[in-house]
């Protein structure tokens, strides 16, 4: 059963997140405040948490880039919950890390749905352990990933997206079936989330950013 923990201000809110994600069959902790979040999570690593970003003692995106550099949470599933509905925001929020974006207000089913997608992604299915396309090497295991004798800091969605690519090697994804295979959405949906974290990954890469090529109208290629 995975533990999710919700970090909402809004009493009504959360006990509505917490109500569906039960009755989901998942384990839950919800938090008003970003300081017993902060204090729960030394405890105990939840496999995603929720998090709005209007709170009343940190911004939800301090939070986020605190738990980004932490090595024990720089790869924790976080959906952001916000009433912020602007491209921009959501770009911030994807820029400093989180994986999935949902904006209020939103419907008990999309929750439920976003959530066991990115869990299903996080938790994933078996895959090939070693990964390598000439210098780029990806262990699977302890989820590192090296760029000639350079180790990548990355975050989940940059990891899974590099995964990805390796694991099709020579093959032109479209960036419809990036998006559904790593966002569980169509690009039309979020047309930048994709490029953005393209972006990021290709700066952490380096010079061995030139094995993933851009098919111009298609899609992605790793060669």
Known sequence: MALIYI?????????????????????????????????????????????????????????????????ETKRLPIIMVTAKSTELDRVKGLDNGADDYIVKPFGVMELISRVKALLRRSMGEEQEKILKVDEILLDDERHLVFAGDKQCDLTYKEYELLRLLMQNRGIVLSRDVIMDRIWDMNCDVESRTLDVHLKTLRAKLGDSAHHIKTIRNVGYRME
């Open 7 to 71: 970090v909402e201000d809004d009493q009504n809110i959360r006990e509505i997140e917490s109500f569906a994600l039960k009755n989901s069959g998942y384990q839950i902790q919800d938090f008003s405040n970003a300081k017993d979040f902060h204090r729960a999570v030394k405890e105990k690593r939840p496999d995603l948490a929720l998090l709005d970003i209007m709170l009343p003692d940190e911004d939800g995106m301090e939070i986020l880039q605190k738990l980004r550099k932490n090595p």
